[in-house]
């Protein structure tokens, strides 16, 4: 069936809308370590910074996954079958799920849920006029909550997961998204997932404080967004991105640190900052193999198959309902 936007776009349950942004902002800022949520990050122009970090030198994961899924789509294509309908989770720019959507066999239909209601619908669109035949069928919503399908004519159901966003959660919140995710995807279901492995720290470091400044922009705009929709003075020239990893939790953070002692408006709330205190507004895990294993086992799903590039920088999980 044809993308028809006023027909077949369809809102899922649990988008955020500006109380709970609004909410989540003042909580996040009054909290003895301040914290911002990362789903935030995304709104159109926060999508844009992102779509440009996935193409920078230091960000490997983006051209490694790539690579993978070129390699190995074949065998993805196989064991999902005739006539699948396709779930991608927090589907981006849709550009993975293209290498996909040419290997499978006659897909029924590709359902992207993202939290960003202008990038998807844009991609979407563009991503309907290059397949005319596919039934493509826009969900807004958080991903990271249960979500009902539409009514889609099909054989198995294949989530989509790439680009590491697992590593956004806890590992709590990992089980909790897998949990979800089976849920939604329903019986016999299969799951793409692709995750970022354990590496050199220096080279994870790079990859998440780019020499062009773009991941530090990508952090900063969730301060002008804050400007923008809750009416914020944040001065973005007295902060400054900072990305590190955390050893113990086996965890890049990003952090957005105060240049000095200020006083911040926002929300109708004011809010104190010391010199050096900072928002930690994103964590990303990196995981051993057989921790995902493990991870997805507690889940409910079986892991089929794990497969790598040459330098075991990430890895691209075939799991099972």
Request: some cysteine; glycine content about 6%.
């Amino acid at each position: 069936m044809p993308y028809n936007p006023t027909a077949r776009d369809t809102a899922a349950p649990g988008i955020p809308g500006p109380a709970e942004f609004r909410a989540d902002v003042v909580a996040g800022l009054s909290a003895p370590r301040k914290t911002l949520a990362a789903k935030y990050f995304y709104d159109a122009e926060g999508s844009r910074l992102f779509d440009r970090i996935c193409g920078l030198p230091e960000y490997y994961p983006t051209r490694t996954e790539l690579d993978i899924l070129r390699r190995e789509a074949g065998a993805i294509a196989h064991r999902a079958g005739k006539n699948a309908r396709l779930v991608e989770f927090g589907a981006g720019s849709l550009v993975k799920v293209r290498i996909l959507l040419d290997a499978l066999d006659l897909p029924a239909a590709y359902v992207p849920i993202d939290i960003s209601a202008d990038h998807l619908m844009e991609a979407a669109q563009a991503l309907a006029r290059d397949y005319p035949a596919l039934d493509v069928v826009p969900l807004v919503g958080d991903f990271t909550r249960r979500v009902a399908l539409p009514q889609i004519d099909g054989q198995r159901t294949v989530g989509f997961f790439p680009g590491s966003t697992i590593g956004n959660f806890t590992p709590s919140e990992a089980r909790r998204f897998l949990v979800e995710a089976r849920l939604t995807l329903g019986t016999g279901a299969l799951l793409v997932l692709g995750v970022d492995l354990k590496k050199d720290v220096r080279r994870l470091e790079a990859a998440y404080d780019d020499a062009e400044g773009v991941t530090a922009a990508f952090n900063l705009n969730l301060l002008a967004r804050i400007n923008r929709e809750l009416d914020g003075n944040f001065d973005l020239d007295r902060f400054a991105h900072a990305a590190l990893f955390n050893e113990e939790e086996s965890r890049i953070e990003m952090h957005l640190v105060s240049r000095a002692d200020q006083i911040v408006r926002a929300a109708d709330r004011t809010f104190r900052f010391a010199a050096g205190e900072t928002i930690h507004t994103e964590n990303s895990y990196k995981y051993a193999s057989e921790d995902v294993a493990e991870l997805a086992r507690a889940a409910g799903w079986h892991t089929e198959q794990v497969w790598t590039d040459a330098q075991t920088l990430f890895g691209v999980f075939l799991l099972s309902a």
